[in-house]
Nanobody, 122 residues
Framework: QVQPVESGGGLVQAGGSLRLSCAAS????????MGWFQQVPGKERSFVAA????????YYAESVKGRFTIFRDNAQNTVYLQMNSLKPEDTGVYYC???????????????WGQGTQVTVSS
């Protein structure tokens, strides 16, 4: 098993940047594909980005392409989400998840972190 733990959220003005981190304890995260999801109140979690074990496959939601970058450091068991040019609609709780494949659906992931709040003010 692996336990993802997110950090790096906060309050930022529109146009600003944040870097989220997801540190994995337990079984090494390099054996898992990792994904980031956003959740806003009253809505289901939505896909943001995913990366394969060896970083050879990377996927983004259309809404974040060109602004967000997902990358990982397997030696540090950590996955990152660099968020640039943030918009108010990026506000939400961001969850990190581990699974067998870099999919875009919630059900493809077996292990989830507790989430970190990102708030983008206009």
């Amino acid at each position: 098993q692996v336990q993802p733990v997110e950090s790096g959220g906060g309050l930022v003005q529109a146009g600003g940047s944040l870097r989220l981190s997801c540190a994995a304890s337990g079984r090494t995260s390099s054996t898992y594909a990792m994904g980031w999801f956003q959740q806003v109140p009253g809505k289901e979690r939505s896909f943001v980005a995913a990366i394969s074990r060896s970083s050879d496959r990377i996927y983004y939601a259309e809404s974040v392409k060109g602004r967000f970058t997902i990358f990982r450091d397997n030696a540090q068991n950590t996955v990152y989400l660099q968020m640039n040019s943030l918009k108010p609609e990026d506000t939400g709780v961001y969850y990190c998840a581990a699974g067998s494949y870099p999919r875009t659906t919630v059900t493809a992931y077996d292990y989830w972190g507790q989430g970190t709040q990102v708030t983008v003010s206009s």
